[in-house]
């Protein structure tokens, strides 16, 4: 029942921008902690960025000071600003959200179908 959905995947030159949302949609109690992570073929996904549902963000390394993570809980929405793409950047994007559905239940990890972005030089 519930879904994520993920739009503001495409293609950018290096040194541009893109912004992902993922809106949360369904049964929902309420959401914990938001976030993206990223696959690029023939290497492990990796946690890119990672939101509380009171707004404190965490990073990886090779993105922190470009990228940016947000939330608009009124929207069941998080959104991932990315600044300054590089070519190591296009990956395919997945939004991530623990997700409550029903009280005395535990959160579970709902995942989106996950977003192209493509960097080119």
């Known amino acids: 029942q519930v879904q994520l959905v993920e739009s503001g995947g495409g293609l950018v030159q290096a040194g541009g921008s893109l912004r992902l949302s993922c809106a949360a949609s369904?049964?929902?109690?309420?959401?914990?902690?938001m976030g993206w992570y990223r696959q690029a073929p023939g290497k492990q996904r990796e946690l890119v960025a990672e939101?509380?549902?009171?707004?404190?963000?965490g990073y990886v390394d090779s993105v922190k000071g470009r990228f940016t993570l947000s939330r608009d809980n009124a929207k069941n929405t998080v959104y991932l600003q990315m600044n300054s793409l590089e070519l190591e950047d296009t990956a395919v994007y997945y939004c991530?959200?623990?997700?409550?559905?029903?009280?005395?239940?535990?959160?579970?990890?709902?995942w989106g179908q996950g977003t192209q972005v493509t960097v080119s030089s």
């Open positions: 369904g049964s929902i109690v309420s959401i914990n902690n």
């Open positions: 939101i509380t549902s009171g707004g404190d963000a």
């Open positions: 991530t959200a623990k997700i409550r559905t029903h009280w005395g239940v535990a959160d579970y990890r709902y």
